[in-house]
């Protein structure tokens, strides 16, 4: 470890609320021969790091104390590893880096030289931290996991958060025929304006106008994968990436939750396999820089916009927590490093 004097992060000592994030001074890990160390403009709050905070997700995401949360960056390449060749320092990058290092609510990360990808030349660091996990979350999603194909309908679950705001312009840009998107009335225009077809939950029913889609991403969970798998035509596909591990690790504890989660999602996965020859696949973003390279240039073609709900300052970090789990936000919330 190489100790940068002056540095700070936001760090956590122990599971908990808000509070346990804590504005300090840290030392950075050394950069690799296949790393690069990217001075931090801009990061991100995704659920994934308040369900990490709260200690939740601790059957599938193993940390160690103190921990640096986090997981979109986009910044400025100030070191780059012996090996690497792709990259030189003052190069502007995003990336959604791998949850097995270090996170990125922090002024300075080292991630691997393969999961960057140069930041879209039309979008501001604000702009660009908030699309790599949500984006690539519905790339894994539609394109790898559905492999949605043009002419296809869809239904995208929270077509006004994160993930959605992505999902409903990522699935025109394949080419599907329709999107539907389920959102409050507060959200119908946004979501219209993106491109989707909006379904007002506190008006109409998704089962109902929804019913027959190709394909459905949903984020909800719970006994919305259940509509899900009932709604989506024979032979359609449904790509969940809220597997509900902190709803079942509340009720069953960690190691419980996730061994009933497993009974749960095989018992989904293969009767509706067997009914109706709907296939169900529990999805994840990988941090893979090429991947990432192709949403930048949806981005620079006008195709895929961010939306950005909030920004806090880095030191904020705890309010901005508050804000997210409040499940309101209206696409990203963003912190600001530097
Ligand atoms: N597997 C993975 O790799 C992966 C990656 C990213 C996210 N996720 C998970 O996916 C979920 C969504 O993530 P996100 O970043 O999109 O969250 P988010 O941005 O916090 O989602 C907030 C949005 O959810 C909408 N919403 C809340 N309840 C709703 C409902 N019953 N019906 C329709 N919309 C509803 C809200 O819109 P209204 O105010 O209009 O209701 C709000 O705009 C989270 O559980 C997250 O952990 C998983």
Redesign the pocket.
């Known amino acids: 470890m190489a100790r940068c004097a002056g540095l700070k992060a936001i760090r956590m000592h122990r599971y908990g609320g808000p509070e346990v994030l804590q504005l300090e001074e840290v030392d950075t890990p050394r950069c690799g021969p296949n790393d690069v160390r990217i001075s931090v403009h801009a990061t991100s709050v995704?659920?994934?790091d308040f369900?990490i905070r709260e200690g939740m997700q601790r059957a599938v995401v193993w940390i160690s104390f103190p921990f640096i949360p986090g997981m979109d960056v986009s910044g400025v390449i100030s070191e780059v590893g012996v090996k690497v060749t792709a990259w030189k320092v003052g190069d502007e990058v995003f990336a959604s880096p791998s949850h097995l290092r270090q996170g990125t609510y922090a002024e300075e990360v080292v991630v691997r030289a393969s999961e960057v990808a140069h930041k879209p030349k039309n979008l501001s660091h604000v702009e660009a931290a908030s699309l790599p996990?949500?984006a690539m979350?519905a790339w894994?999603s539609l394109v790898k996991s559905a492999k949605l194909k043009s002419g296809q309908r869809v239904l995208i679950?929270?077509?006004?958060?994160?993930?959605?705001?992505a999902a409903i312009q990522l699935a025109k840009a394949l080419g599907a025929s329709e999107v539907f998107a389920?959102?409050?009335?507060?959200?119908v225009e946004l979501v219209r304006s993106l491109g989707a077809t909006p379904i007002d939950?506190t008006k109409d029913d998704y089962r109902v106008v929804a019913r027959g889609v190709d394909v459905v991403l949903d984020?909800?969970?719970g006994e919305?994968l259940v509509a899900a798998l009932k709604l989506v035509k024979r032979f359609g596909h449904v790509s969940c990436?809220?597997?509900s591990f902190p709803t079942f690790a509340r009720k069953y504890g960690v190691a419980g939750g996730f061994f009933v989660f497993l009974l749960h999602a095989a018992w989904l996965t293969v009767s509706s396999l067997i009914r109706k020859q709907v296939t169900l696949a529990?999805?994840?973003?990988f941090a893979v820089g090429t991947v990432l390279h192709q949403l930048g240039q949806l981005a620079e073609q006008g195709k895929l916009k961010p939306v950005v709900d909030r920004t806090y300052p880095l030191s904020e970090v705890a309010e901005a927590h508050r804000y997210?789990e409040t499940?309101?936000?209206?696409?990203?919330i963003v912190l600001t490093v530097r």
């Open positions: 995704n659920p994934v369900k996990l949500v979350t894994y679950q929270a077509g006004a958060g994160g993930v959605g705001t389920t959102c409050s009335t507060r959200n939950y984020s909800l969970g919305h990436i809220t597997p529990f999805v994840t973003r997210a499940g309101r936000a209206r696409g990203k």
